[in-house]
Structure formats: C-alpha cells, structure tokens
C-alpha cells in the first residue's frame, strides 16, 4: 500500500507559477514511479508528467512541455510538479500517482495503481 498527500494548489493568475508537492509513505520511495494527472469539469483525467523509479526518465504532455517540470526527491519521499507560465486551461484538480510494479509508470492511467486526493489549481485571466 501506498498513500498520497498532494498539497501546493491554489489561485493563481496567467503567466504565474505553482509548485505542486506529493508526499507518499508506506513503501520505500525509491522503488516507486510517480505521476501527474489532472481532471478539468466535464473533461477526462488527462496525463500531465511522469518520473521513474530514479529520476532520470521523465515525460510530458505537449501542453505543458516547456513550462513545467516534474522532479523527485526520494530522501523526502516527495514527488513535485512545478508549472511556470501558468495558462487558464491549466485549471484542473491535480492528482499525483503511483505505482509499486513498473520501474516508469508511463502517461497512462492505468499502469498506476494509487491516487492521491486530488488539489485544485485555478489559473485566472
């Protein structure tokens, strides 16, 4: 088992920046590949970013490739999302993921098997 605190969401105006926070406990982090999604009303959830077990392969959705920046720091047992520039179409409620089986989770939702509680992130205009 595996659980997840997402924390570091908030109101935030266009071009600003945010930095998301997963802290995650009951398996050693190392042995962990992590994830972003997000979920916008009425839309799908949606891949963001992803991160290996070691940090050193990571991936992204084209919309936000460029502006924001998934990162691990496996002494902290965190995984962090940090999203510069930031656009209203931003505006989603972002869950961190998990997976215990998979050295690199990938961008599909259904290789992760734990979710965090979700933080809202509103980008205004």
């Known amino acids: 088992q595996v659980q997840l605190v997402d924390a570091g969401g908030g109101l935030v105006q266009a071009g600003g920046s945010l930095r998301l926070s997963c802290a995650a406990s009951?398996?050693?982090?190392?042995?962990?590949?992590m994830g972003w999604f997000r979920q916008a009303p009425g839309k799908e959830r949606e891949f963001v970013a992803a991160?290996?077990?070691?940090?050193?392969?990571?991936d992204y959705a084209d919309s936000v490739k460029g502006r924001f920046t998934i990162s691990r720091d496996n002494a902290k047992n965190t995984v962090y999302l940090q999203m510069n520039s930031l656009k209203p179409e931003d505006t989603s409620v972002y869950y961190c993921?998990?997976?215990?089986?998979?050295?690199?989770?990938?961008?599909?939702?259904?290789?992760?098997?734990?979710w965090g509680q979700g933080t809202q992130v509103t980008v205004s205009s």
């Open positions: 991160i290996s077990r070691s940090g050193r392969t990571t």
């Open positions: 009951g398996r050693t982090f190392s042995n962990v590949c």
């Open positions: 993921a998990a997976s215990t089986d998979r050295y690199y989770g990938g961008t599909n939702s259904v290789n992760y098997d734990y």
